[in-house]
């Protein structure tokens, strides 16, 4: 079975990240820039799966600039087989990111497509849910464990209160959940290895995908900066501040 693992470069999650003066979006300037942690988890969790030998191929795909074919070379270097580049310097958004996946999902008919369950940058948490229902496949979002057998997968997801256990038919569309798997570290020879493997760089228009953009940033904020906490004496200030000013008890 083939699986297509999305894999989206963002600011890296250890980046606290600056608002533009201009109030128009986040400051990417000289950022330092990674892989979106689902989606390390989508690429482990195919590269596991191919090791316990229900996968034969795992195609990793980003969307975006040119500077996305480092974060599908760390992709490669995880253990990916090949990788497809579809090279826009337009702003992605979910709806796009389907209709592209979509048009893959037609070329390579893979068995599951995994995505990650939303990119810390915009945290649409959009596309996989999109990319089901324009394929007409099942989706099983937020997944915290997935099982393949013979056509169908078992999947267990994490919901409140205790876990939710589904069978679905393949082809499939899963999202990951933090707790699916910790992914590796890449290491030095499978990087000079991952130099080898295949990078296609297609555009949009091959793949008949409108990229232009449906919804408009009016304005990004940070948030309110949290006022500075006080020392109470005693319990009996405590209640009373709680009672009287926070109003919560
Ligand atoms: P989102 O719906 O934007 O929160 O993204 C959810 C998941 O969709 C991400 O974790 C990726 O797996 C995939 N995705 C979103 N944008 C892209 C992109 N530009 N390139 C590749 N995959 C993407």
């Known amino acids: 079975m083939k699986v297509l693992v999305g894999v989206k470069r963002v600011v890296d999650a250890n980046i606290k990240v600056r608002v533009k003066g201009d109030g128009s979006g986040v400051d990417t300037a000289n950022v330092k820039m990674a892989m979106n942690p689902f989606c390390e988890i989508a690429v482990e969790q195919a590269v596991r799966m191919k090791e316990a030998g229900s996968v034969s191929e795992i195609v990793a795909v980003s969307i975006g600039v040119p500077q996305c074919q480092e974060t599908l070379r760390t992709a490669l270097a995880m253990g990916a087989d090949r990788a497809i580049l579809v090279e826009t310097d337009q702003e992605v958004q979910p709806l796009a990111v389907a209709k592209v996946f979509k048009a893959l999902c037609e070329k390579e008919q893979p068995g599951l497509v995994i995505l990650g369950k939303q990119a810390i940058d915009d945290d649409n948490n959009q596309s996989g849910q999109m990319l089901s229902a324009l394929l007409g496949w099942p989706q099983a979002a937020f997944i915290s464990k997935i099982e393949i057998t013979g056509d169908s997968a078992q999947i267990t997801r994490e919901i409140d209160g205790g876990l ?22 890449v290491t030095l020879p499978n990087i000079m290895k991952a130099k080898k493997k295949p ?51």
């Open 164 to 185: 939710e256990r589904l069978c679905a038919k393949l082809p499939l569309v899963a999202t990951t959940d933090l707790r699916l798997n910790e992914p590796r570290y």
């Open 199 to 249: 990078l296609d760089n297609i555009k949009p228009d091959q793949l008949g995908v409108d990229m232009t953009p449906r919804l408009k940033t009016v304005t990004v904020a940070e948030p309110p900066k949290r006022s500075a906490g006080v020392k109470v004496a005693d319990v009996a200030e405590l209640i009373d501040k709680l009672k009287n000013e926070a109003r919560v008890i």
